[in-house]
């Protein structure tokens, strides 16, 4: 692995928490070359990491940090493409995460929490272990999509999600949205409505991955479509500060790349999050 | 017609890759072998196509798979999907 600067600016703050930021340019770090060392994010600041999976390679020496369940579902891809899209979200993951906790990628120990609704094997989390104290572990979640891969890290539950916009009609998914989000779905016009589709889906994703229940529940339970104080008031849905609050956490939407959508939900409903994009792709 | 039987499975197969296709405009799934676990990692499909998938299902064959399960055994591959399709397919549901 080669050492590289660290990152050349200072991270963005959103000024606008629901609306998305536009980060000032930064050089992205080498693919496979050692980030520098990160303090976990206190109180209602994220961190965000976006990497494109083209842009990077993956050697021998690099899958070396992949734990032996990494590397069995890596194997059991069809695709080579898919394969390696798994192998640089994971390896970058590693990468993010060690930039925290200091200790070498591979090192880190990664588990599941059980799922607070079935007790089933649920979110990822990063595990305490050696120079790594229980209460130093920050939370954590990837989501990838197409060839993207987004990363949010945050002192406090974290969920984050992004999708590829589709290439076709995405109509059928209002059925498994809330109700209220689907009327306000069903209300737009059609090429308006597909994209608001995708973006309701990744912030019902978003606050699933941040309550750690799994998506086989069903995410239709609560509505997260973008909105003004007094739009939403079912199911315990609030806007504070212009953020949707739902379930226990504060949704904001991220600036994706162009042809995807992304959000990211923090636990906790007070205030609006600040979400520092560390990284773009 | 709906299809059933054996024959019906495979035409049923092979109308699920091509909507996997088409749908995430992955042209390579028209090709998955039956065998090609469809959720989990094989071909690496999100819940948000899972669910396009399963939403088709129920209106081209007026079969409801799992509801919102991906987790049941009759979606391990494709295969089993387009089997168990192929056995409860309504005569009257919307087709291709």
């Known amino acids: 692995m080669t050492p590289v600067p660290p990152p050349a600016s200072v991270p963005s703050r959103t000024s606008v928490p629901d609306g998305g930021t536009v ?18 994010p206190s109180g209602d600041t994220v961190d965000v990491w976006w990497f494109g999976t083209r842009a990077v390679a993956v050697s021998p020496a690099g899958l070396a940090a992949l734990d032996s369940g990494e590397r069995a579902r890596a194997e059991a891809f069809l695709f080579p493409a898919d394969r390696h899209r798994y192998q640089v979200a994971h390896l970058m993951l590693r990468q993010v995460l060690a930039s925290y906790t200091g200790g070498a990628p591979g090192q880190l120990t ?3 929490e059980p799922c607070p609704r079935c007790g089933a094997a649920g979110r990822p989390v990063l595990l305490p272990g050696p120079g790594l104290a229980p209460g130093a572990v920050p939370s954590f979640s990837l989501a990838h999509s197409g060839d993207m891969v987004v990363i949010a890290v945050a002192g406090r539950p974290v969920g984050v999600d992004t999708e590829q916009d589709a290439a076709g009609c995405v109509c059928a998914l209002m059925q498994a949205l809330h109700p209220a989000d689907a009327a306000w779905l069903a209300a737009l016009a059609e090429r308006q409505r597909h994209e ?12 699933l991955k941040c309550t750690g229940q799994g998506i086989g529940h069903g995410l239709g339970g609560f509505p997260v479509r973008p909105g003004r104080a007094g739009d939403l008031s079912v199911n315990g849905c609030t806007v504070v500060n212009g953020c949707t609050v739902v379930n226990g956490c504060t949704l904001h939407q991220l600036a994706a790349p162009a042809g995807y959508r992304a959000a990211v939900a923090l636990a906790g409903g007070g205030a609006a999050a600040a979400v520092r994009v560390r990284k773009r792709p | 017609m709906t299809p059933a039987g054996p024959d ?4 049923v197969a092979d109308q ?13 799934l028209r090709h998955v072998p039956p065998g090609t676990a469809l959720f ?5 499909l999100d819940s948000l196509t899972g669910t396009l998938l399963l939403r088709e299902i129920q209106r081209r064959f007026g079969v409801d798979v799992a509801g919102e399960d991906l987790n049941l055994d009759s979606l391990a591959t494709l295969g089993t999907l387009a089997a168990f399709v192929a056995q409860r397919a ?6 291709p």
């Open chain 1, 23 to 40: 980060p000032p340019h930064e050089t992205p770090p080498a693919a496979d070359a050692q980030l520098s060392r990160n303090a976990v």
């Open chain 1, 110 to 112: 990664l588990g599941r």
């Open chain 1, 196 to 207: 608001a589709i995708i973006t309701c889906w990744v912030r019902a994703e978003a606050v």
């Open chain 2, 8 to 11: 019906g499975a495979a035409s």
């Open chain 2, 16 to 28: 699920l890759r091509a909507f996997l296709a088409s749908a995430t405009g992955r042209d390579e």
């Open chain 2, 40 to 44: 989990g990692t094989a071909v690496g």
């Open chain 2, 90 to 95: 309504r005569p009257d549901a919307a087709g």
